[in-house]
């Protein structure tokens, strides 16, 4: 048998899942002693080119409250061409169309090697994807013009038949109408005035018309045209809408001095949601927000338009001095979760040097699966690559995108879930398996994720229900099936369905084997996001107590410093910014998030791995530190010289300049895939930008304590912060005074 | 005979109303009928002097007059007027004689109509009462069926005989030139007057001589005599003789003729020539009456004799009247920084009554007699006679109106104001497309635009103009220069209105040229195919104001509208046109805005300097009364075109539109009359708002709106010091140049009553109680609207003929002379659609009406009461024809007829119009070809028609709407329109006669006497 770490590499290749324990305590309360609970994170759409997709609709389990699809592990009778459930046991006859089946002739989705797999079925006409921009005209005029390109750039992106709608704002909210000749007609609404989706609707005169497009089936393209005036398709109004990009004027109301520009964007936000919701519920559409502030009237609003006001920060959070925060968050969760419902999502991109007020509009993202994109300016390379690569493509050609995605995980007996943490809602949908006892977003084993894409990821909590006196036959295994349907970018519906099994161990006697099954990895993020799902609903220190409870050795000091949980130094909208990314990202990237990794590049060898550290901090060496958010490139204080004094431009060093090279290189290649872009630093010894570097390296060596001082093996930090060794020594002791 | 003087006169008294035997007046009084109604009896009886006069009533088989009388002096003139009249009687052998007698009072009466021929004469003696008793003495005693003769004879019943021989006696005479010609008051002044209007003699107003009034007696009963010859039916017959009581034509010709200089203002308490009359006015430190009129330029003292007489005292001020082009129109003046000079105490503006004492260092106000300090900039030295030397250099000191330039002090929120702006807001539901309406009024702006109204004629305008077009939904449009396309933002939000777009909304016509026209094009293609029908109102006007605040600037809008708004909006209506209450005590509440939501918009409006200007094209009720309240109350104006036809009613439409957007017009107005010690200025009608008792104002004010003030004593006056009162308007002009303009006038005061009734003008009081009994209707009944008119005029009567007119006999009707047509136009007040209205007169019209009275000058409400009536025989250049009463009577089968309200054209075309006729006009000689749909004249190359086409344009000019012609044939269905406007005859709606009227009018006075 592999090791573990193959056991555990091999599943998240093939099904896109990471156990905390990769064997299960048979009962609750070993498995409540275990202090880390049986949880796993999960990438639904996890990209599998090997795996193509079979054109038939999965077979279901009859008995109504399991509906568990056929799958690997079940018993198959194949002369009576029967199988029995491994759920709830039901033995269900196999449809008609399995009459041939026998030993040797099994659908993929017997085949063990199919523990995942993916349906293509038909149920209804192809839903176009619809793409709604929300654009903020309060811009510097660069920055508008930055921004149009951009937008008039993604039209040529986007498949020939999604639809696309435009809502500009400002002072107003402006609904232009896609569809017109001549004129350019637009609805405008009053920046101030909270509308239900109702009033929205007749407003834009879409009560009447809308009204075969309900009962949630999407209308085809050709028959929304004249219904929705305002989503059109892209190949019909390419033109015109490139137009009236090009017109698209900063918001004309005059910014008296020492004030805010007016900006409106929880209705601009309302009325996109509203409009989808009346013309397309229920079918895949991506809201796009692009803001450069904090919107500053109406519902939503987040600070007022006084500049001597400025917009919130942590320590007026604190204070609770933050007067619109309650309310303006309260709005846009309600905005998200109607968004939700309808499998909407929301992106936002916002740019600004100032706060946007991410932190009470995150939600909108959060819950939707939408993109938060956070940078300074939409005049800068991050924000344009980034939106850039919303558009990618994958193998096949297809948007690496899917929409109103559904998740829904079966578990049998002995397992209940508790809970998800991830870009989704609950739909409450509250089966046989759905365990008492939340974690993350609880009490449903069925949640909404209105977008997803390839590395959209969900930590999924579950929780041992076997008494202790009942114990489970020895050999059995426990399994877990995640159902998930979406809408495929090529407007397609699928199911994919994961099944997958662990045995189940006695804790008493079979100790070591759960203890060599942890996923070390795994835990530590799942637990990360079980705290960062604390803290975004729980005041900061207590989170910060509660994981120093629930020790998980090294990486819980990184993610103590981490800005997940730590808001110092960081503004709310940034934080809210971190968090978004990390519960949604999957291991890897989370692990970078939470312990940024260094590369150190020097003339004494290959590129290495070096401790995060100041002790790795070295005059002669180039470093590049990925933190996930940013990528610094530091140059040691002689490489600096170097480069200064010019050595790379000489033939003679040809050697230095690829040693400048390497990192550069390696940079490349992270900037190309990741998303969002990482703000790229590149900095030296003493530059102001080194503090990217330096806030995130253990504190090993700071200026007070004495040893590190004036040695040559590292840079000093100025911090008050403890270091890893004293962390650790302050573990240990805890640690045993605990146990005693 | 002069014929254009004397036809009317000489115009057969026009038959006896129809209805005159019967209880015209039940309604009004209901103890009324029934002495009338004997008295018909025996007055047909009586027809002595009358019955030679009379010619026999079309209508009613009257047997009284004989035809040959008229024979004999204009036997064409007859025959057309009262065409070939199908009467039957008359024995010629009696009537003969009678005629020539009448005749020869017709003359007299001409002269007794002329003021100052009465002054002039020895007139009294002349007097005849005879006649006049005729018809007019409404028994007194009731039961009587013989009738109150006149009154002396009243008691004396039936039997006097005294009326053949006609005559008065002399005492009734005396004051008199009275109209109503006996019979035999032939003698002393005829003669010399058969050559017209020159006769008279020049008579100065101031003339001592007799009290000008008119005197009617009438008497009537049964005269045995009479009764004889002319077998009259007794229930029929009015006696009374229409050519008898005093005529508005012969009145107006009258006055024509005596004016052939200019009128000079520099006299104080000269009375104007009619507003009938062309004149020219020199302003010599009084304004132009065609800036005010005033009801008495002879105020009483005292309050008590104020009350006493009933006499309104009131003056109609039309700030912004256009002048002819001969009349200079008011100098700018300038008084540098400080803005102009006011006294001290009561803020009076420098005009020619301020006193300057110590050789010119301080002035004393005329109206508060406070001194005030003359600012060293403004000194100047005083000649010998205490006036400055500057005075004839600056208006200010020499001129009854003129304007100052004001300074930012009297700006808003002290700033000077923005140049206005005009904003056009164009219903686009379906009716409003359909009926062609949309493309017209897009089509036309694309030129009007070119046209809005500028101070320098060849500067371009500074007016901005911006777009709306709505249904339930409202789109306004970026129509910025630099655009390439105009852009169309629609707000749906009608519930809380708001401007969607600053910049681009207004703009200035020729930096946007070519979008607006591109807009204005695309605009009937966008909403061609609309199926909206639902509009909405409120709102609409919200934007206006909220577009104009947030340009900060005042300005007008323009309002296309079709429709009832139904709509879900703030100020959505309901259908509540009920025929049922009109005629009750709630009829009021139909006059009523049925929403308060439009008084609190209009207040906004108001204060934001916001004109709106409203264009209905219904086709069903919309509620004028709430939709015109906006307008109404902000120195707007409302246009109605009920069920438009591109076709027929497009010119109508676009001259008022044109009209409407080019005439000068100031903005953000504040209007404020101050008066000297003694009266005050109480109360004010028109289309404006007061937020308090003493300004007026104006958002939009403009050349064709006038404004009524009534004045009070609230102390008594002095005959030296006269009554002095001074209009102030502050405006911001159309090219955003803030003004005062000041108007200012004197009047003498007088402690006699005989004088006040010399000079007052009774078309300035017809003109106050119109706007008086039609703001009354809001909270009173008609009725009792109708009854408080007549009661007040009664009183006015009455007391002259207590107080001034010599002691005459009771029956005897005297009227002042500058009153006498006080009863035929009130009685044209009473019978108008608004207080009695006809069974197809909608609510909608009376409201409109209403409200279109309420801001009309004296000129307007003259033509409107009482129409001209032009008989298109022969036409001359350079003249028109003399006018004939309105009376069907008066119109001959064979004629053509022009008649013009103000508001309506018509031209009736009688059965038997001679064919030479109707080929120059219509280009047709058979009566049957002449279409009546058809609005305008065929252009043929004859004079005539070119003279009547001119005439028609004329008229047209003159007036601040477009009058679209009709053509009304002979009994044609079409002709009951038109014989609403013939207002001496009695109305379909039961309005009396102007004969019956007066019997009614004498009835009351003599009431009150008694």
């Excluded at chain 1, 007070?704 to 270091?723: F, K, M, R």
């Excluded at chain 2, 005294?162 to 005492?171: E, G, H, N, R, V």
């Excluded at chain 2, 047709?924 to 009546?932: E, G, K, L, V, Y």
Aim: proline letters at 9%; a neutral charge.
């Amino acid at each position: 048998m592999a090791t573990y770490q193959e056991f555990i590499q091999q599943n998240e290749d093939r099904d896109g899942v990471r156990f905390s324990w990769n064997l299960w305590p048979s009962s609750r309360l070993e498995a409540t002693r275990l202090v880390v609970p049986v949880s796993c994170l999960f990438t639904p759409l996890k990209e599998r080119p090997d795996l193509p997709p079979v054109q038939y609709e999965p077979v279901l389990c009859s008995r109504a409250n399991c509906k568990a699809v056929l799958n690997p592990l079940c018993q198959v009778d194949f002369r009576a061409k029967i199988w029995a459930c491994n759920f709830c046991f039901q033995r269900n006859p196999f449809p008609p169309s399995y009459a041939g089946i026998s030993e040797v002739n099994q659908p993929a989705e017997l085949m063990p090697q199919f523990s995942t797999i993916e349906y293509i079925v038909q149920r209804g006409p192809p839903a176009p994807l619809i793409f709604l921009y929300v654009v903020d005209t309060c811009l510097e005029e660069e920055d508008l013009q930055a921004l149009k390109e951009s937008l008039q750039m993604s039209l040529s992106l986007l498949p020939p038949n999604a639809l696309v709608g435009l809502i500009t704002f400002g002072r107003m909210v402006q609904v232009h109408e896609l569809s017109c000749e001549g004129i350019a007609k637009s609805y405008v609404f009053r920046g101030t005035k909270e509308l239900s989706s109702k009033q929205i609707q007749e407003m834009l005169g879409l009560t009447k018309p809308a009204a075969p497009g309900q009962q949630g089936r999407p209308m085809a393209p050709q028959d929304a045209a004249p219904s929705c005036r305002f989503l059109q398709p892209v190949h019909r109004v390419d033109m015109n809408l490139t137009d009236l990009l090009g017109e698209l004027q900063r918001d004309p109301w005059p910014v008296p001095q020492g004030k805010r520009p007016l900006r409106s964007t929880g209705v601009a936000l309302s009325v996109a949601v509203g409009l989808l919701e009346g013309t397309f519920p229920n079918t895949g559409a991506r809201v796009m927000l692009f803001i450069g502030g904090p919107p500053t009237q109406g519902p939503g609003m987040v600070v007022g338009d006084e500049l001597k006001t400025p917009i919130r920060s942590w320590h007026d959070i604190q204070k609770d001095n933050a007067r619109h925060l309650k309310k303006a968050t309260k709005y846009y969760e309600a905005l998200a979760n109607r968004s939700a419902v309808n499998g909407h999502s929301i992106d936002i991109y916002a740019c600004a040097l100032d706060q946007t007020g991410l932190l009470e509009m995150k939600c909108l993202s959060n819950l939707t699966g939408g993109h938060i994109v956070m940078g300074d300016s939409f005049n800068t390379s991050l924000f344009k690559q980034t939106f850039q690569r919303v558009f990618s493509k994958d193998f096949n050609g297809d948007f690496r995108m899917a929409f109103g995605g559904v998740l829904e995980v079966k578990t049998s007996r002995e397992l209940k879930v508790c809970g998800a943490i991830g870009p989704c809602v609950s739909l409450n949908s509250k089966g046989s398996c759905v365990s008492e006892n939340e974690m993350g977003t609880g009490g449903t084993n069925q949640w909404k994720v209105c977008s997803l894409n390839p590395s959209t990821t969900l930590g999924i909590y579950f929780e041992v229900v076997n008494q202790h006196n009942a114990p489970v036959p020895q050999g059995g295994r426990g399994a877990i099936q995640f159902v998930t349907q979406y809408q495929h970018s090529n407007t397609q519906r699928r199911i994919r369905v994961t099944t997958i099994a662990r045995n189940w161990a006695d804790a008493q006697s079979q100790i070591q084997h759960i203890e060599s099954s942890f996923d070390q990895e795994a835990a530590a993020v799942l637990m990360a996001r079980l705290g960062v799902f604390r803290a975004e609903s729980e005041e900061g220190p207590d989170v910060l107590r509660w994981l120093d409870r629930q020790l998980i050795r090294l990486f819980m000091f990184h993610l103590r410093r981490s800005p997940f949980l730590q808001v110092f130094n960081n503004s709310p909208d940034e934080s809210s910014y971190y968090r978004h990314h990390f519960v949604r990202q999957d291991l890897t990237q989370s692990l970078i998030m939470i312990q940024p990794i260094l590369y150190s590049y020097s003339f004494y060898g290959p590129p290495e791995p070096v401790l995060l550290d100041s002790s790795s901090i070295l005059p002669d060496r180039i470093l590049l530190m990925d933190t996930f958010f940013q990528l610094v490139i530091y140059h040691g204080e002689t490489i600096a010289q170097w480069r200064k004094a010019g050595y790379q431009e000489m033939a003679e060093y040809e050697n230095f300049k690829q040693l400048l090279q390497a990192p550069l290189d390696d940079a490349q290649e992270i900037l190309q895939t990741r998303f969002p872009m990482p703000r790229y630093i590149d900095t030296e010894h003493g530059g102001s930008q080194a503090r990217f570097l330096l806030s995130k390296v253990n504190p090993s060596q700071t200026h007070n304590n004495l040893y590190a001082w004036g040695q040559e093996t590292g840079a000093p930090i100025l911090t008050d912060d403890v270091s890893l060794q004293v962390f650790m020594d302050h573990l240990k002791k805890l640690a045993v005074s605990s146990s005693t | 005979m002069n014929v254009n003087q004397h036809t009317p006169m000489a115009s057969p008294y026009g038959q006896p109303q129809p209805g005159y035997g019967q209880p015209t007046y039940a309604p009004l009084d209901g103890g009324y009928p029934a002495p009338y109604a004997p008295y018909n009896g025996p007055a047909s009886a009586y027809q002595p002097g009358a019955s030679a006069t009379r010619p026999p009533d079309l209508r009613t088989p009257h047997p009284v007059s004989a035809p040959q009388p008229y024979n004999q002096y204009s036997p064409v003139r007859w025959d057309m007027q009262n065409g070939p009249p199908p009467m039957t009687q008359a024995p010629p052998s009696v009537t003969a004689p009678a005629v020539s007698q009448p005749y020869n009072q017709g003359a007299m009466n001409l002269s007794g109509p002329h003021p100052y021929p009465q002054h002039y004469g020895p007139p009294p003696t002349m007097q005849q009462v005879t006649n006049q008793m005729t018809g007019m003495q409404i028994g007194s005693g009731p039961p009587t069926p013989a009738g109150p003769g006149y009154g002396k004879y009243v008691l004396s019943p039936p039997s006097q005989p005294p009326f053949s021989s006609a005559q008065m006696p002399p005492t009734s005479m005396a004051q008199a030139n009275h109209l109503p010609p006996g019979p035999q008051a032939p003698q002393v002044l005829q003669p010399p007057r058969s050559p017209g209007p020159l006769q008279q003699p020049p008579p100065q107003p101031g003339m001592p001589a007799g009290y000008p009034h008119s005197a009617f007696g009438q008497v009537r009963g049964p005269q045995p005599g009479y009764a004889g010859p002319t077998p009259v039916n007794p229930t029929t017959g009015p006696q009374l003789d229409p050519d008898a009581i005093p005529s508005p034509i012969q009145v107006i010709e009258d006055d024509k003729a005596k004016c052939n200089e200019p009128f000079t203002t520099g006299v104080r308490g000269q009375a104007p020539p009619l507003v009938t009359t062309n004149f020219q006015v020199k302003d010599q430190g009084n304004a132009s009456p065609r800036f005010i009129r005033c009801t008495a330029y002879n105020m009483p003292c005292t309050a008590d004799m104020a009350k006493q007489s009933q006499v309104p005292l009131a003056a109609v001020i039309k700030p912004l009247a256009t002048l002819p082009p001969d009349e200079t129109p008011p100098y700018l003046v300038d008084h540098g920084e400080t803005g102009p000079i006011r006294c001290n105490r009561c803020k009076a503006y420098m005009c020619p009554y301020m006193q300057f004492i110590e050789g010119g260092r301080r002035f004393q106000c005329g109206f508060c007699s406070c001194v005030t300090e003359v600012p060293p900039h403004y000194f100047q030295h005083l000649d010998h006679t205490g006036k400055r030397v500057d005075c004839y250099d600056r208006p200010e000191l020499s001129l009854g109106s003129y304007e100052f330039l004001a300074t930012v002090d009297y700006c808003k929120n002290n700033k000077l104001p923005q140049p206005p702006a005009f904003i056009f807001l164009i219903d686009v539901s379906y009716n409003a497309v359909k009926s062609g309406m949309v493309s017209i009024v897009c089509q036309e702006l694309k030129t009007l635009l070119d046209y809005l109204p500028r101070e320098n004629p060849d500067m371009d305008s500074v007016v901005r103009v911006g777009f709306v077009t709505y249904n339930k939904v409202l789109h306004f449009y970026n129509v910025k220069g630099s655009l390439a396309q105009p852009q169309m933002l629609v707000v749906s939000d009608v519930s809380d209105m708001f401007v969607p777009l600053l910049d681009g909304f207004l703009v200035n016509v020729n930096d946007s040229r070519l979008v607006i026209e591109s807009l204005l094009d695309q605009i009937p293609e966008m909403f061609a195919d609309t199926r909206e029908t639902e509009t909405v109102f409120g709102p609409v006007i919200q934007a206006g104001l909220e577009a104009l605040k947030a340009a900060d600037c005042a300005g007008k809008l323009f309002v296309f509208h079709t429709s009832l708004p139904i709509a879900e909006a703030p100020g959505k209506l309901k259908n509540r046109e009920d025929k049922k209450l009109i005629g009750t005590d709630k009829e009021k509440s139909l006059f009523q805005p049925q929403a308060s939501f439009y008084n609190s918009l209009a207040k906004d409006c108001v204060a934001q300097g916001c004109c709106v200007d409203l264009f209905l094209f219904p086709n069903q009720y919309v509620d004028v009364a709430t939709l015109g309240v906006v307008p109404v109350s902000t120195g707007g104006s409302v246009y109605k075109y009920t069920y438009f036809q591109a076709q027929s009613d497009q010119e109508r439409f676009l001259n008022d539109l044109r009209r409407d957007i080019q005439k000068p017009v100031g903005f953000d107005a504040v209007m404020r009359v101050r008066t000297s010690t003694g009266i005050r200025a109480t109360d004010f009608f028109g289309s404006f708002f007061m937020s308090n008792t003493t300004d007026v104002e104006l958002a939009g004010l403009d050349c064709d709106k006038a404004i009524t003030v009534e004045f009070k004593h609230d102390d008594k006056l002095s005959e030296e010091t006269g009554a002095l009162m001074q209009c102030a308007v502050l405006y911001t002009s159309c090219s955003g140049q803030r003004r005062l303009r000041i108007h200012n006038m004197a009047v003498n005061c007088c402690s006699q009553l005989a004088d006040l009734y010399r000079n007052c003008e009774t078309d300035t009081i017809i003109n106050f109680f119109s706007k008086y009994a039609f703001r009354g209707i809001l909270n009173n009944p008609t009725k009792a609207v109708r009854d408080t008119l007549v009661n007040q005029c009664a009183q006015i009567l009455a007391c002259y003929r207590k107080n001034c007119a010599s002691p005459s006999s009771a029956g005897q009707l005297i009227l002042p002379e500058c009153m006498k047509l006080l009863p035929v136009y009130l009685n044209c007040v009473l019978k108008s659609d608004v207080l009695l209205p006809g069974a197809d007169v909608s609510l909608d019209d009376r409201a409109y009406l209403r409200q279109l009275i309420s801001c009309m000058d004296v000129a307007e409400t003259h033509v409107f009461f009482y129409p001209r009536l032009l008989p298109l025989t022969k036409l001359e250049s350079g003249s028109l024809p003399v006018a004939v009463r309105d009376s069907e009577e008066r119109l001959s089968k064979g004629g053509v007829y022009l008649l013009e309200t103000g508001l309506h054209l018509f031209l009736w075309v009688g059965a038997s119009a001679q064919q030479e006729l109707l080929l120059n006009i219509f280009g047709t000689q058979s009566f049957s070809q002449i279409d009546p749909a058809t609005t305008s004249l065929p252009v043929l190359e004859n004079p005539f028609s070119q003279r009547l086409r001119e005439i028609i344009e004329s008229f047209r000019a003159q007036r601040s709407r477009y009058m679209k012609l009709m053509v009304v044939k002979q009994e044609d269905r079409a002709e009951l329109i038109f014989r609403h406007f013939l207002v001496e005859d009695k109305s379909a709606s039961g309005g009396a006669s102007y004969v019956d009227f007066l019997c009614h009018m004498h009835k009351e006075i003599r009431q009150l006497l008694s």
